[in-house]
């Protein structure tokens, strides 16, 4: 069963102990309360899973506490406990948004079924919320195969320390799947049923993005018109990925330095200091040693970030992975457009191998999409393909490993292009006019 964070509110301390340790005992996370103030203060503090609730804390009504903490986070499930139990306020606990209902007394097998139901509930939710990002920002997830040897020790270094807690610092050029390595990451650790968050640093100017981070009351500056709990809380037990951090503004730097350190943070016009269990990954294409020297960058944050490195290879070295990838996307979005392609050209295909691609993976995905777009049926060939890119590529060369008919091609281009009249070129090429007009319409030139 998924770990989980439980909030148990009685006022009587036999069952906050019996449930407390039954809890426990299942690998459950557990604050036990004896009232609605406290439980208040502990949900402001921790984003719990489940809250069982019971009906009656004294001379306070457990209903009114449920709403109260849905208010708070509105995901959590209550469930109202008691030993008064009638149809009547079961029926009024399901409107107040309690999640169940169960009667005093009830055995550990009844506890039990309720609390694996509702963990279904919440593995669900968060698998739903992270499909929808993937929805948001879809893309073919083929970075993770590689023929490079400096990128299959990354991937290999990515899925040893996915299991473990510590800080992960991905670095290497924009558009080499730093995004993609972190989300994956998350979905090879423990956390895979949490959440998983991002922020890129540079998008946001230096109020809001430590109002997305760590989030902001209502009224705490200007056209902040409701509370906002931040990513560090909506990322509770998950993972929470901070892109380019090198952009992060040196004045938000000690805020992030001390939640890494201690997990404790406050938000913007809020002097209460809460906690939250969040792992960070960031990444960067900034040489972080040289901000650190000009005072870009704190020294004590870099160190803390710097736990484990991760370098992502550019994609201009590794010509065989453009080849893997580029057939892997063709497929991904040859199905996204209801096309059938048979593949590339050799042409084509030695045109993006010989291509530096400052893009990355990002621009071959690009230019993949593209193709497919503006193709047909049969192959990409490399009237498909950005000018950019067929202009970089290299003259044919007798000896080079290509079908007879692409050295034909090209052979055939270069004459055309050295003469001024096509009697002239066929006459060099030694076939008739007739011959070099099919050859011109086979190889569209």
């Given at each position: 069963?998924?770990?989980?964070?439980?909030?148990?509110?009685?006022?009587?301390?036999?069952?906050?102990?019996?449930?407390?340790?039954?809890?426990?005992?299942?690998?459950?996370?557990?604050?036990?309360?004896?009232?609605?103030?406290?439980?208040?203060?502990?949900?402001?503090?921790?984003?719990?899973?489940?809250?069982?609730?019971?009906?009656?804390?004294?001379?306070?009504?457990?209903?009114?506490?449920?709403?109260?903490?849905?208010?708070?986070?509105?995901?959590?499930?209550?469930?109202?406990?008691?030993?008064?139990?009638?149809?009547?306020?079961?029926?009024?606990?399901?409107?107040?948004?309690?999640?169940?209902?169960i009667a005093k007394p009830f055995t550990p097998g009844q506890i039990e079924l309720v609390t694996e139901r509702l963990a279904g509930i919440c593995?669900?939710?968060?698998?739903?919320?992270?499909?929808?990002?993937?929805?948001?920002?879809?893309?073919?997830?083929?970075?993770?195969?590689?023929?490079?040897?400096?990128?299959?020790?990354?991937?290999?270094?990515?899925?040893?320390?996915?299991?473990?807690?510590?800080?992960?610092?991905?670095?290497?050029?924009?558009?080499?799947?730093?995004?993609?390595?972190?989300?994956?990451?998350?979905?090879?650790?423990?956390?895979?049923?949490?959440?998983?968050?991002?922020?890129?640093?540079?998008?946001?100017?230096?109020?809001?993005?430590?109002?997305?981070?760590?989030?902001?009351?209502?009224?705490?500056?200007?056209?902040?018109?409701?509370?906002?709990?931040?990513?560090?809380?909506?990322?509770?037990?998950?993972?929470?990925?901070?892109?380019?951090?090198?952009?992060?503004?040196?004045?938000?730097?000690?805020?992030?330095?001390?939640?890494?350190?201690?997990?404790?943070?406050?938000?913007?016009?809020?002097?209460?200091?809460?906690?939250?269990?969040?792992?960070?990954?960031?990444?960067?294409?900034?040489?972080?040693?040289?901000?650190?020297?000009?005072?870009?960058?704190?020294?004590?944050?870099?160190?803390?970030?710097?736990?484990?490195?991760?370098?992502?290879?550019?994609?201009?070295?590794?010509?065989?992975?453009?080849?893997?990838?580029?057939?892997?996307?063709?497929?991904?979005?040859?199905?996204?457009?209801?096309?059938?392609?048979?593949?590339?050209?050799?042409?084509?295909?030695?045109?993006?191998?010989?291509?530096?691609?400052?893009?990355?993976?990002?621009?071959?995905?690009?230019?993949?999409?593209?193709?497919?777009?503006?193709?047909?049926?049969?192959?990409?060939?490399?009237?498909?393909?950005?000018?950019?890119?067929?202009?970089?590529?290299?003259?044919?060369?007798?000896?080079?490993?290509?079908?007879?008919?692409?050295?034909?091609?090209?052979?055939?281009?270069?004459?055309?292009?050295?003469?001024?009249s096509l009697q002239d070129a066929a006459d060099i090429l030694g076939i008739d006019q007739a011959t070099l007009w099919r050859k011109r319409k086979?190889?569209r030139i």
């Open positions: 069963m998924t770990q989980l964070d439980i909030l148990i509110v009685d006022d009587e301390i036999n069952i906050r102990k019996t449930l407390s340790v039954f809890m426990q005992s299942r690998g459950h996370r557990v604050t036990a309360i004896s009232n609605s103030h406290d439980a208040l203060k502990e949900s402001a503090l921790h984003v719990f899973d489940i809250a069982f609730v019971d009906l009656r804390l004294g001379t306070e009504n457990g209903l009114d506490l449920a709403h109260s903490l849905l208010g708070v986070c509105p995901r959590i499930k209550i469930v109202v406990m008691t030993a008064y139990a009638s149809i009547d306020t079961a029926v009024e606990a399901m409107k107040r948004g309690a999640a169940d209902y593995d669900m939710e968060n698998r739903i919320a992270s499909l929808q990002e993937d929805l948001n920002r879809i893309h073919p997830e083929v970075y993770f195969s590689s023929r490079h040897s400096s990128m299959q020790r990354a991937i290999e270094l990515a899925r040893q320390v996915a299991s473990s807690e510590a800080v992960v610092l991905l670095r290497g050029p924009s558009g080499t799947g730093k995004t993609v390595l972190a989300r994956s990451i998350h979905n090879w650790s423990r956390k895979a049923s949490k959440p998983f968050g991002i922020i890129s640093c540079p998008s946001l100017s230096r109020e809001l993005l430590e109002s997305e981070l760590f989030g902001h009351m209502k009224g705490s500056f200007t056209g902040a018109v409701r509370d906002n709990p931040g990513r560090v809380s909506s990322c509770e037990g998950g993972t929470l990925f901070l892109d380019e951090i090198g952009d992060l503004p040196i004045s938000i730097q000690p805020k992030l330095l001390r939640f890494i350190q201690d997990r404790e943070y406050e938000r913007i016009g809020d002097h209460k200091t809460r906690k939250a269990d969040v792992r960070i990954i960031a990444a960067t294409n900034m040489d972080l040693e040289k901000a650190v020297k000009e005072g870009r960058f704190r020294e004590d944050l870099f160190y803390r970030l710097n736990v484990i490195q991760i370098d992502l290879p550019p994609l201009s070295g590794r010509p065989d992975d453009v080849e893997l990838h580029a057939k892997n996307m063709l497929d991904f979005f040859s199905a996204q457009n209801h096309k059938s392609f048979s593949g590339f050209t050799e042409k084509a295909l030695l045109a993006m191998k010989e291509y530096s691609w400052p893009g990355n993976i990002r621009e071959l995905r690009n230019v993949i999409e593209r193709a497919v777009i503006l193709g047909k049926t049969g192959q990409i060939g490399e009237e498909l393909l950005p000018e950019t890119i067929i202009s970089q590529a290299p003259p044919v060369r007798i000896g080079d490993p290509l079908a007879l008919e692409v050295i034909e091609e090209n052979h055939i281009r270069s004459i055309l292009a050295s003469v001024s086979q190889y």
